[in-house]
Structure formats: structure tokens, C-alpha cells
């Protein structure tokens, strides 16, 4: 199947810091990748649509300035978290989208945030 | 609103044992996954069914979509200590193209 890798895997960083975590896809284009949130042994809480090209769809209650997506190529999405809380500690899964094989999504390995 | 209900939300069971898990809507899902998550992994998806009353076996996993698209259901067979994972629903919901997920399926496989 298809592969998605995100960087970093892990990342701590102190309160009032910015840390940007990448998402790309290996072998095919994606023009549209999510960004998930995950609390432990909990399901996947999608934050946001990140579309190649355009602005972010944000889901309701996820703070657009805070957590901030750039899709600036068909391989290459971001998720930037500014201003780090440890309330925003958390696993956060990135997914790529596959539009020659039936919209499968593609998940990546995640990426463990601690901030201190 | 959670548009897919699953359960049960945690399973403790022993080795040997058999097991089921439910994924239930009220809406008709065009297609339904199945996933498989392992502790600080992104999620690995099982299968993907598409047709109303398909059953799709994977070795000791066995998936079934209801007749009318609105539910599903994986059975496990014999489990193992290997089975042990949180395991997710999720679904297109007509012409949606926002996958919907389950709030999943926290399993124990003990020795």
C-alpha cells in the first residue's frame, strides 16, 4: 500500500514554543491530506482538510491560529502548533488521501508531542 | 452527534476466546474500513467493504457489513496476545468524503 511518513516522530518542546511536524507522501500525490488528534486508547479526532494549493478547512472548535496547515506541494502537508501549551500535548496523526485508488486514506506513524 | 456507534469501548479477554465488535449508524455508509492501531502507530487499515451483506475474512478475522450499509461487524476467532490493539471503524456516509470514525474498540488479549 501506499506510505505516508511524518517528522518528527517525537518532540518535546517548553511552553510559549513553536513546533512544526511534516506529513508527506512517499509514492503518490495527495491533494488533500487530514490532521488528526488523539488522547490515549481513544479514536482519531480530525482537526483539520488540508488541500494543496488552498487554505485549511478547520473542524469546529480547532483554533485555525494555533494550529497552523500549509499544503505547499501534492507531497508535502505541515502542521505548525504555536504558542505550545501542555494541554496541547498529544498524538497527533497526519493522513494522505489517494485519488487514483478509490479515496483510500493513508495513515502516517504519528507524532508524539510533550511540551513542557 | 456520533454518527457511528461502536462497542464495546474496552475488551478484556483470555487467549482462545472469541470476540465481536460493533460498528452501528443510523445513516447508510457508502463504504465501511476497519483499522487496527498499535500504541504510538498511526493506524493500519484491515479492510474495506463496500457492499451491502459483504463478508470479507482476513486469517482469524472475519468482517461483516450489513444488509442495509448502516452497520458492521468484526469477529475475531481464537485471539491472540498478537490481537491486542485499539481497533477503529470508520465510513463515508453517502457522498461524504470526511471519513467518520467510531470512537473505537480498546482490546486485551491476556496470556
Known amino acids: 500500500g501506499a506510505v505516508v511518513s511524518q517528522h518528527p516522530s517525537r518532540v518535546i518542546c517548553k511552553s510559549g514554543t513553536s513546533v512544526k511536524i511534516e506529513c508527506r507522501s512517499l509514492?503518490?500525490?495527495?491533494?488533500?491530506m487530514f490532521w488528526y488528534r488523539q488522547f490515549p486508547k481513544q479514536s482519531l479526532m480530525l482537526m483539520a482538510t488540508?488541500?494543496?494549493?488552498?487554505?485549511?478547512?478547520?473542524e469546529q472548535g480547532v483554533e485555525k491560529d494555533k494550529f497552523l496547515i500549509n499544503h505547499a506541494s501534492l507531497t508535502l502537508s505541515t502542521l505548525t502548533v504555536t504558542s505550545a501549551h501542555p494541554e496541547d500535548s498529544s498524538f497527533y496523526i497526519c493522513?494522505?488521501?489517494?485519488?487514483?485508488?478509490?479515496?483510500?486514506?493513508?495513515f502516517g506513524p504519528g507524532t508524539r508531542l510533550t511540551v513542557t | 452527534t456520533q454518527l457511528l456507534e461502536q462497542s464495546p469501548q474496552f475488551l478484556s479477554i483470555q487467549e482462545g476466546e472469541n470476540l465481536t465488535v460493533y460498528c452501528n449508524s443510523s445513516?447508510?455508509?457508502?463504504?465501511l474500513q476497519w483499522y487496527r492501531q498499535e500504541p504510538g502507530e498511526g493506524p493500519v487499515l484491515l479492510v474495506t467493504?463496500?457492499?451491502g451483506g459483504e463478508v470479507k475474512k482476513l486469517k482469524r478475522l472475519t468482517f461483516q457489513f450489513g444488509d442495509a450499509r448502516k452497520d458492521s461487524s468484526l469477529h475475531i476467532t481464537a485471539a491472540q496476545t498478537g490481537d491486542t490493539g485499539l481497533y477503529l471503524c470508520?465510513?463515508?456516509?453517502?457522498?461524504?468524503?470526511?471519513?467518520?470514525w467510531g470512537l473505537g474498540t480498546s482490546l486485551a488479549v491476556n496470556p
Open positions: 470508520a465510513g463515508y456516509a453517502g457522498n461524504n468524503r470526511k471519513l467518520i
Open positions: 445513516s447508510v455508509f457508502s463504504s
Open positions: 488540508s488541500n494543496e494549493g488552498s487554505k485549511a478547512t478547520y
Open positions: 467493504v463496500v457492499t
Open positions: 509514492d503518490f500525490q495527495a491533494t488533500t
Open positions: 493522513s494522505a488521501r489517494d485519488p487514483t485508488a478509490s479515496y483510500e486514506q493513508y
